[in-house]
């Protein structure tokens, strides 16, 4: 497998080699650019396949990258990383309202720095197999057109709500969804389902995972998730 391309933004210089230094000791290829503009131009050209994005940046400011790239078809589905100051809170913000993935304070830990990298491109990976055919989610198999499940091998006898909600969470590990939010993924034309209706699915969801129910974890006053790892 080609190793996956990062493009750092980055203004500081001695930042923006500890970033360098620590990603391709884990492999990655790296790219650089120290302003807005040129960040721009770099990932028309490299694609990269995630973006580690300084907010404070000389010409173009980190927030109006963002807001370029999240807003153009050809570059929102590329991963964005912020890197802030705690001064900066109020971008940050903006940012993942914008669409950015996560982002990380100044000073960083490179430790902390290389788990957000693998977690991001992780879940980026999960969705992109989501949109083609099957999900891989903890010891599942999920084939979306098929309607079918597999746990280590066995193949599950899930209901057409059921498998649906299951799809839901287990597309995103680690994202938690509300009632709500599962409800109106899993409507069918002509279901009604309301909150409680969604307890009854998940346990009876749970019933059929059997020894692989703790996947399905309840968040407790939210809704449920899928679990990460
Ligand atoms: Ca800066």
Redesign the pocket.
């Known amino acids: 497998m080609a190793s996956q391309r990062v493009l750092i933004v980055?203004?500081?210089e001695d930042i923006a080699q500890l970033l360098a230094y620590n990603l391709r000791r884990d492999a990655f290829d790296v790219i650089t650019a120290d302003n807005g503009r040129e960040a721009l131009d770099r990932v028309m050209t490299d694609q990269p396949d995630l973006i580690l994005l300084?907010?404070?940046?000389p010409e173009v400011s980190g927030i109006d990258v963002c807001r370029k790239l999240k807003t153009d078809q050809r570059t929102r589905d590329i991963p964005i990383i912020m890197l802030t100051a705690r001064s900066e809170e109020a971008d940050m913000v903006t940012g993942l309202e914008m669409g950015a993935d996560d982002y990380i304070t100044k000073p960083f830990s490179p430790r902390v720095l290389m788990a957000r990298v693998r977690a991001v491109l992780r879940r980026r990976q999960v969705s992109e197999i989501a949109t083609d055919e099957m999900i891989h989610a903890g010891p599942l198999v999920i084939y979306p057109q098929r309607f079918q499940v597999t746990a280590e091998g066995e193949d599950l006898k899930l209901t057409l709500m059921e498998f649906n909600l299951l799809v839901t969470l287990a597309k995103n590990p680690g994202r938690v969804y509300s009632r709500d939010q599962i409800v109106s993924s899993i409507r069918g034309d002509n279901y009604a389902v309301t909150d409680r209706a969604v307890d009854v699915l998940v346990v009876g969801l749970r019933k059929k995972l059997g020894a692989h129910s703790s996947w399905v974890e309840t968040v407790r006053g939210v809704g449920y998730r899928f679990r990460e790892i």
Request: proline residues 0%; glycine residues 0%.
């Open positions: 980055e203004d500081e300084d907010l404070m940046l």
